[in-house]
């Protein structure tokens, strides 16, 4: 296939699945996947095709003339250790890629996108995690999945106890939603709830609430080592 058809489909989600590649773009992040040893398919460059043309393939609006196809490495099994954010109905790519960049910062080996979510693979995505999309196991499942697992699940929830109240299990699987609908009632019945007190707002975005949770685990467990 022509690689700048191949780079307009992989755009859209159903030709990431079907050809289990995603788009890369910008000079840090290409770097990011130099270096995390990512199967890259092709690069193209502006210097190659020209500027006119590169912008024709960008998805941002000041393209760093740097764009590769990545190769999307299967994903490794489910480990039931650590903190494990599932994200559960969250659509916003920005948010979605928010979140898998503080996991990689805190140092989470991997991270569950229900398949109520947003594709973690999304270009938009992708840029917003700023290369921790490389770092983080990303394990695709079903709500009916992830209740199968027994893993111990929390879900952030404004009923939850406080965050500064709540102890976290060594191993915790917090489940974030989406901020118009929240977490899945399901998933509420199953999980501890744990909440993020607010004097003159209703709620954070999505993105902030799970920094704040997932910092607080690791502070909880730092203390206990």
């Known amino acids: 296939m022509n690689k700048f ?11 990431r699945e079907e050809f289990g590649m995603f788009l890369v773009e910008g000079r840090r992040l290409c770097e990011e996947a130099r270096q995390s040893g990512a199967e890259i398919v092709f690069e193209v460059t502006a210097d190659e095709i ?4 590169f912008k024709k393939l960008s998805e941002v609006e000041t393209p760093q003339g740097v764009l590769m196809v990545v190769k ?13 954010p599932v994200l559960d109905g969250i659509q916003e790519p920005g948010n979605v890629g928010g979140i898998i960049r503080t996991a990689a910062a805190i140092g989470c080996r991997q991270l569950i996108a229900l398949d109520s979510t947003g594709d973690p693979f999304n270009p938009k995505s992708v840029r917003a995690s700023m290369g921790g999309i490389f770092k983080v196991n990303v394990i695709s499942m079903s709500r009916a ?8 699940l929390t879900a952030a929830a404004l009923e939850g106890s406080p965050y500064d109240q709540f102890q976290f299990d060594k191993t915790s699987a917090i489940v974030f939603g989406s901020e118009a ?7 509420l019945r199953a999980a501890r709830k744990v909440s993020i007190p607010m004097s003159a707002m209703e709620s954070l975005n999505v993105n902030v609430a799970a920094g704040i949770l997932m910092y607080e685990w690791r502070r909880q467990m730092s203390a206990v080592d």
Do not use: F, T
């Open 5 to 15: 058809k191949l780079i307009n489909k992989l755009k859209l989600k159903k030709y």
């Open 72 to 84: 999307r490495s299967e994903p490794k099994p489910l480990r039931a250790e650590g903190l494990i």
């Open 50 to 53: 020209g500027e006119r043309e």
């Open 181 to 187: 609908r929240g977490v899945d009632q399901q998933i």
């Open 145 to 152: 999945e992830l209740l199968s697992n027994e893993l111990p």
